[in-house]
């Protein structure tokens, strides 16, 4: 980061080959949308590259860029619920959240649905910690909420996942 | 949490990678003109922080020997804005001075956020000289003098929060709202201290609402304004 901001775009190219995936995963995880989550992935980096100048040197890098992605989530849902069409901006419909019918055949197609079941504070947290690999104080942080929320959203979003995944180990 | 996690054996779903198309336009965006900036540290930020109110205490200390106020008045005002400024030095020693992420706890920054005012509160209420009854303090010359020093004292502290909340722009995408109360603080206790040295009146009721009841909004107001300012 600190090479990025020094000028070098090859350490750009660097910072996003390594940050993109897990910003890509967290944004699809609220998004349920690949098309929204690449508009909030192109939102998030153009807020990073703005204030690359402000990065304060030894920040740690994902858990910042998360946090702007996440912000980015919120300001673009809340000024859609402003809105009064129900058109996206490229005039289609928007997009409803994944319906799935049927029993899964595959452990990590159960656990992608189990995941996309759950409520959205216990899927954030799960994400973070889990699939983006943060620490509790670092998903606290992202999550502007304290490491003891965060460790209990963990807690019942597994609760949560365990009951469905059951579900599925024993379909009868 | 030493117990072997149930769920780690699962299969959880690799990070999603973007599409090529976007990754381009992405890294096309951010790569094109790049000039090089100086990376500050969090600490170098805070030190150039305390600049604010010390400016602030010198120019309401010039204020005050220019208008002659008494000797004693200035020397025991710039006795507290010395020691006050040890306070707010660990403040931003504490809060701010190291990257958003290696902070210490949200919970130990909003103590320090709500205990420092109401602290200074105690504290210009033991170093005010005689409090007259309240219903005397609320009405004629003593409550436009109040007006007018609390706004004095509100505006200046409002310009330094804003100033050195440029200094700290969208550095703070995880906690700008307590961020943004600390430097409100910084702004606030400038003004407040320095106005405790220009000002004429020391009586209680006064130096409380006029100038302590400014730091408390300012930590409020600075929490709201870190918000939208800090976070980028």
């Known amino acids: 980061m600190e090479a990025y901001v020094g000028g070098s775009a090859e350490a750009f190219n660097n910072l996003y080959r390594r940050v993109s995936p897990s910003v890509m995963g967290y944004l699809l995880r609220l998004t349920r949308s690949r098309v929204r989550a690449e508009d909030l992935l192109q939102i998030t980096f153009s807020k990073v590259h703005r ?91 992202v999550l502007g909420a304290t490491e003891t929320a965060v460790k209990l959203r963990v807690h019942r979003g597994y609760n949560l996942l365990r009951k469905e995944l059951e579900r599925f180990a024993r379909p009868s | 949490m030493s117990e072997r996690d149930p ?41 150039l922080s305390m600049l604010f109110p010390t400016a602030t205490v010198g120019l309401f200390s010039w204020r005050a020997i220019a208008h002659h106020a008494p000797e004693g008045v200035v020397r025991a005002g710039l006795y507290g804005a010395l020691a006050w400024s040890i306070v707010l030095s660990l403040t931003l020693l504490f809060g701010l001075a190291s990257p958003p992420g290696r902070r210490p706890r949200l919970a130990l920054r909003v103590g320090v956020a709500a205990l420092i005012p109401v602290v200074f509160f105690v504290y210009l209420e033991k170093t005010a000289s005689g409090t007259v009854a309240f219903s005397e303090f609320s009405q004629g010359a003593y409550a436009a003098h109040a007006w007018r020093c609390g706004a004095i004292c509100f505006a200046v502290g409002a310009i330094m929060s804003g100033g050195v909340m440029l200094l700290w722009r969208r550095s703070d995408p995880l906690t700008p709202g307590i961020s943004g109360a600390l430097l409100g603080l910084v702004g606030g206790m400038g003004s407040a201290l320095g106005m405790g040295i220009a000002c004429p009146s020391h009586e209680g009721w006064h130096v409380c609402v006029s100038h302590g009841v400014v730091v408390a909004s300012l930590v409020v107001l600075g929490a709201a304004a870190g918000r939208r300012m800090l976070a980028p």
């Open chain 1, 51 to 141: 204030a690359r100048e402000s990065y304060l040197k030894g920040a740690p890098v994902l858990p910042w860029v998360l946090a702007i992605a996440r912000r980015s989530f919120l300001d673009e849902r809340r000024a859609a619920k402003s809105r009064t069409e129900d058109l996206s901006p490229d005039g289609t419909l928007p997009e409803p959240p994944p319906t799935y019918e049927g029993t899964p055949n595959e452990v990590s197609v159960a656990l992608e649905r189990a995941l996309d079941a759950l409520p959205e504070a216990y899927r954030e947290a799960i994400q973070l910690t889990k699939i983006s690999g943060l620490s509790i104080a670092e998903a606290a942080s």
């Open chain 2, 7 to 47: 769920l780690d054996d699962l299969p959880w779903p690799e990070p999603a990678a973007p599409s090529a198309s976007v990754s381009t336009k992405i890294c096309d965006g951010c790569t094109k003109g790049l000039a090089e900036r100086p990376c500050r540290s969090a600490r170098r930020r805070a030190a």
